[in-house]
């Protein structure tokens, strides 16, 4: 019983970590964008719950995640007006940290209820990757622009979420330490998302793409 509680609480704490980080992504994504104050805690707000809104009804889980826990909204609601207001120039270095916290949080966090219900390893992975970018996504449609995990020629987005699920998918079935697996897996994201960015990462793409950016040969 006193085990069942930890975890329970240590879901709970990459939660609120997980909407915290992704709503100071949205709000910094929407002030860039030049929205007002509505439109950065609109941003916000679906991008801290779009992945696990997505996740529980995929899972069947209900009510959904956010309506259980009131106190989610007002922590997204106040980091939005926080982030928006606080930070006199918005750059791409807080955006690029905030939004690999809450791709790698909410990636494990995804992939976490999934091994509650008891699902398959692979299916686990996936329902990480999806409620770690879904979010993500929303934010980059609304502020009118194609969403990173879909974009060729950029650096490795949701590849980074698909390695880090695995590694805390591996790591739940080798160690009964619930809490290192998460860490771990939730690091490996965040470690691989800034790295791709830093070198320039990415997939590689078809050959005739590269052959028409290089030109006809003697160009």
Known sequence: MALTAYLDDFVALLTYLAVVSSAVSGALEARQREMDVVGAVSVAFVTAFGGGTLRDMLLGRTPIFWLLDPWLTVAAFATALVSYYSVRRVSDRPLLVA????????????????????????VAVLMGVVTGVFGGVLRDTI?????????????????????????????????????????????????????????????????AVEEQRAGPAGE
């Open 99 to 122: 939004d690999a916290l809450g791709l790698g949080l909410f990636s494990t966090l995804g992939a976490t209820y999934a091994l509650q219900v008891n699902l398959s390893m692979l």
């Open 143 to 207: 502020c009118n622009r194609v969403p990173a995990v879909f974009r060729r020629n950029t650096e490795l987005y949701a590849t980074c979420s698909f390695v880090g699920v695995w590694v805390f998918v591996i790591l739940m079935r080798l160690t009964p330490d619930a809490t290192l697996a998460a860490w771990a897996g939730t690091a490996t994201v965040v470690v691989l998302r800034l790295i791709s960015v830093r070198f320039r990462l990415r997939l590689p793409e078809p050959r």
